[in-house]
């Protein structure tokens, strides 16, 4: 199984985020044990290093940043891939480009604490949250 995360719940993970850092953690540890492939898409790691600077000091951020990339496949983000967003049917252009990059590697599930985008994603689309996902592997 192909999952693609989205930054909410890498930040979760990374930055100990309460009361979500638990199921982000869970979901890291599937991933290292091979029970399913994770991505990210390599706009979201400016993301997460801007946010989670302000919570960790520069070196242990580097490391966490070696960590992530260590665990997940990274998914590049082509100037295709920007105008390609901007034509599907999401408001929100950062969801609609996850959307976009996930369908490259043929993702299976995108993994959000957004209900937003959860529910307006295109049917066509699974997105779940980290616990649907966790029971779903159980």
Request: charged content about 30%; glycine content about 2%.
């Amino acid at each position: 199984m192909k999952i693609v995360i989205d930054t909410n719940v890498l930040l979760d993970a990374i930055v100990n985020r309460e009361p979500f850092s638990q199921e982000a953690q869970d979901i890291f540890n599937l991933i290292l044990d091979n029970k399913v492939e994770g991505f990210i898409t390599a706009n979201s790691i400016t993301d997460i290093y801007y946010i989670a600077r302000k919570h960790m000091n520069h070196d242990d951020l580097r490391n966490t940043m070696r960590s992530l990339f260590a665990i997940f496949s990274i998914i590049d983000v082509l100037g295709d891939d920007c105008k390609n967003a901007l034509d599907f049917p999401l408001e929100d252009y950062e969801d609609a480009l996850l959307v976009v990059c996930g369908g490259k590697v043929m993702i299976d599930h995108i993994i959000t604490r957004d209900k937003e985008f959860i529910d307006k994603a295109d049917s066509s689309v699974s997105v779940i949250t980290p616990k649907e996902l966790l029971q779903k592997i159980e």
